[in-house]
Structure formats: C-alpha cells, structure tokens
C-alpha cells in the first residue's frame, strides 16, 4: 500500500517529474538562501559600518534556526511533506520581501533587520527538511536507487550554495542589497510552483502518521534515533566534523587571506572546495555501487584528513585550489550517506522528525566550533592553529575505521527505494 495518496497515483509507471520538481525546489530555495548569506550581512553594512553587527545578526538566527530544525520535523510528519513544503517557501518569500518593503515605508535599522532575518531562519529548516522527506518515493518513482539520488540531491544543494553567494554578489553591485531580496522572493515563489503543480508520492502524510500530541512526537523522533546506535554514532560524527569544518571555511581561510589582502584567492579556495564536494556527492552513487557503502565511508574519511593536513600547511595557491579539490570530493559522499542511513533505517511516518533532528544537531555544531576556532586563533596565530584544527578533523575521521558500529553501513541497501512505511499497529522497532 503506497504511503500516501499521492503515491498512487504514480504507482507502477516511471516518471522523473517528482525527483525533478524535489530538486528543482531544493535548488531554487538554496540558491535564495544563498543570495541572503550575502546579501543580508551586506546590507547591514551599509545601514550600520559595523562588522560586530553583522556577526551579532548571524549568532542571533543560528538558535532560532536550530529550533525550528528540531520542531518542523513534527510538523513534516503531521501535516504533509508537500504541505509543508510549499507553506514554509511562501512564508520565507514573504520575509524577504518585507525586507524592501521596510526599507521603503520606514528605513532599516538592525531592530527591524534582525527581525526579519530570524523570520527567515525560522521558515526555512521546515522547507528544506520537507523536501528532504520526500526524495525516497520521488526516487522511487523515477526508478533511481537511493545512493545516486542523495548524490544528485547534495550536489543540487551544493551547486544552490556555489551559485547563490555568487548571484548574490552581482545583484548587490547591479541593483544594491535591498532590492536583491526581491530576487530571492522570486526565487522562493518559483520553488512553491515547482513543488506545488506536481503530484509528488510521498508528498502528503504519511498514513501510518500517529495521533499523540506535538511534544510526544517530536521525542519520539529523537528516542528512535538515540536507540538506533548506527544513526546516532552518525550524528554524533557528522557534528564533530561540522564544528571543526564549518570554522575552516568561516574563520581560517578568511584571516589567511585577508592578511594577504587577497579576497580573490579566498574565492578560489572556497569554489574549488565547493566545486569538489558537488563533483564528490554526484560520484557517491557511482561508487557505492562498486566498492559499497562502507569503503566508500572510510575512503571519504580518510582523504578528506589528508587534505586538511595539507591545506593546514598553508602551501601556495595552486596546491591550495588542488588540495581543496580534493578536500571537496573526499566530503562529498558523507552527507549522501547519512541520509541513506537515515532512509533506509527510517519508518516512513518518522522521517520527518528524523530529518529535523539530524539537522538541528548540525545547526548546533556549526555555531559551537566558532566559538571554539575564533580564540584559539587570536591566541595563538593561523600559523599554529590550523595544524592544531587538521589534527582535530584527522582524529575525528579516524576514529569511525576502528569503531565496528559504523561497518553495518555495508548492510545499506541503497540500490533499493524506500523502504515500506510501518502498519499503524506496529511501533517503531528500537535498534540495539
């Protein structure tokens, strides 16, 4: 019995119109966020000549964000993945609209643009976690396994990040910082459409969905995953990489390059790790298929150390943009993978919230390494500390080839699509 209505009516027939309108949605609202990375500390630039303002606007959406993360995951559960979807897209055109809007009727000051921006982190996580639910049926439907359709859906939302800042920059220097958010309303509208029109299998709720109340099932989300030791042991891991990954892009490389006045070549670094991780996400599902799952894990590990250690050496430019690359491919599968992980082992009717915890966890992880990176770097000079952070990310990968938790992802089928959701009688199975 198909999980929901919509599955239906696409039973048995091949059609790729739900993986595309799924990504399609992904990118478009990736690459409108990432307009605002840009464009949102820009703009409180030029309202207020203050740095610490800026870096105070993002620390006060990243607690927001990472709640939001958390709960929407019940939401995606209770009302639908589509539902949901296409609500939060609105709402999030509506907060970057007002942007010009405000700025119009009464002028923007850090009140109202903190405001607006914690608006924005708030709708966004339901969204992308929305969509994020339903790429198994959407897979599904177009006959792709699992590992190649994460692959493709990380590199859609690496390539939003790689395009985005960039776009983001060229409308600033065209149509200045207000008026860009005018763009990414466009951006989110086009998203809604895209996610709207098409009848996507997985897209409603999920029929097993439960009756308990909101707080009951959002931890019940998190009790399944503490229960199932591989998912938590991926968590746990994915955290401690993007609290030391996040500050290498954010704090390292921008205080290497900026004693060198070279903003440019920080710009290189950052597209060719980019640029990597997308080439690296697409070549999971060729991989997986060949060397499986597991060497394709370690692999990723183990290659992304070495190139942190060689990055950390700050060589000259051109070994910095190959070492990069090499950093990016190395990473890319990762995030693929934890989402298998998350599919496969996922009942239908929890994925939502599963998918809203894993992310909160990384929202959370990210602000905790900058606060961490930031000090050690005053103290003790970019010379030292990123050497000290390379050891940090080589000790954290290697840790997984010698804990035997982490080998059931060979048992990862990901030629499958997903997985049957649970009977309504049947509660979640606790892993041990």
């Known amino acids: 019995m198909p999980?929901?209505?919509?599955?239906?009516?696409?039973?048995?027939?091949?059609?790729?119109?739900?993986?595309?309108?799924?990504?399609a949605g992904t990118g478009l609202s990736g690459a409108a966020n990432g307009i605002t990375i840009v464009a949102l500390p820009?703009?409180?630039?030029?309202?207020?000549?203050?740095?610490?303002?800026?870096?105070?606007?993002?620390?006060?959406?990243?607690?927001?964000t990472m709640i939001a993360a958390l709960l929407s995951g019940t939401i995606v559960d209770k009302a639908g993945r589509r539902k949901v979807s296409v609500i939060s897209d609105i709402l999030s055109l509506i907060s970057v609209?007002?942007?010009?809007?405000?700025?119009?009727?009464?002028?923007?000051?850090?009140?109202?643009?903190?405001?607006?921006?914690?608006?924005?982190?708030?709708?966004?996580?339901?969204?992308?976690?929305?969509?994020?639910a339903m790429v198994p049926e959407a897979a599904e439907a177009?006959?792709?396994?699992?590992?190649?359709?994460?692959?493709?859906?990380?590199?859609?939302?690496?390539?939003?990040?790689?395009?985005?800042?960039?776009?983001?920059?060229?409308?600033?220097?065209?149509?200045?910082?207000a008026p860009t958010f005018w763009i990414t309303a466009m951006m989110f509208a086009a998203s809604t459409f895209a996610i709207a029109i098409v009848k996507i299998p997985?897209?409603?709720?999920?029929?097993?969905?439960?009756?308990?109340?909101?707080?009951?099932?959002?931890?019940?989300?998190?009790?399944?995953?503490?229960?199932?030791?591989?998912?938590?042991?991926?968590?746990?891991l994915m955290a401690a990489l993007v609290a030391?990954?996040?500050?290498?892009?954010?704090?390292?490389?921008?205080?290497?390059?900026?004693?060198?006045?070279?903003?440019?070549?920080?710009?290189?670094?950052?597209?060719?790790?980019?640029?990597?991780?997308?080439?690296?996400?697409?070549?999971?599902?060729?991989l997986s298929v060949r060397i499986g799952n597991l060497r394709v894990f370690w692999l990723a590990l183990l290659f992304t150390a070495l190139g942190i250690l060689g990055l950390s050496s700050l060589p000259d430019l051109a070994w910095m943009i190959v070492l990069s690359i090499v950093v990016g491919i190395a990473f890319g599968p990762i995030q693929p993978i934890l989402n298998v992980a998350m599919q496969t082992r996922t009942p239908s009717r929890l994925r939502g919230r599963v998918v809203g915890l894993l992310t909160a966890i990384q929202y959370a992880a990210?602000?905790?390494?900058?606060?961490?990176?930031?000090?050690?770097?005053?103290?003790?000079?970019?010379?030292?500390a990123f050497p000290i952070i390379a050891v940090a990310i080589t000790v954290i990968c290697l840790v997984p080839l010698v804990i035997p938790r982490f080998r059931e992802l060979s048992t990862l089928d990901?030629?499958?699509?997903a997985p049957p959701p649970l009977e309504e009688s049947q509660p979640p199975r606790p892993l041990s």
């Open 3 to 23: 999980s929901d209505p919509d599955a239906a009516a696409l039973s048995g027939v091949r059609s790729w119109r739900p993986f595309l309108a799924v990504e």
């Open 97 to 132: 609209a007002l942007i010009p809007i405000v700025d119009f009727a009464f002028g923007l000051d850090f009140g109202l643009l903190a405001i607006l921006a914690v608006l924005g982190a708030i709708f966004d996580p339901a969204g992308m976690g929305a969509r994020e």
């Open 142 to 177: 177009a006959r792709l396994p699992l590992a190649k359709a994460n692959g493709i859906h990380e590199a859609v939302w690496g390539a939003a990040y790689v395009i985005g800042p960039a776009l983001g920059g060229v409308l600033i220097a065209v149509i200045g910082a």
């Open 366 to 384: 990210g602000p905790i390494g900058f606060l961490l990176v930031g000090p050690l770097v005053d103290g003790v000079g970019i010379e030292w």
């Open 244 to 286: 030391i990954w996040l500050p290498v892009e954010g704090v390292l490389l921008p205080v290497f390059y900026e004693a060198q006045d070279a903003p440019g070549r920080l710009g290189l670094v950052l597209m060719a790790m980019s640029l990597g991780m997308i080439a690296g996400a697409l070549a999971y599902g060729w």
């Open 42 to 64: 820009w703009l409180v630039l030029e309202r207020t000549g203050s740095a610490t303002a800026a870096g105070v606007l993002a620390a006060i959406t990243a607690v927001p």
């Open 202 to 236: 997985g897209g409603g709720k999920p029929s097993t969905t439960d009756e308990v109340g909101f707080w009951k099932s959002t931890s019940e989300g998190i009790v399944f995953v503490w229960r199932d030791r591989l998912q938590r042991a991926l968590a746990i």
């Open 414 to 417: 990901d030629t499958a699509s």
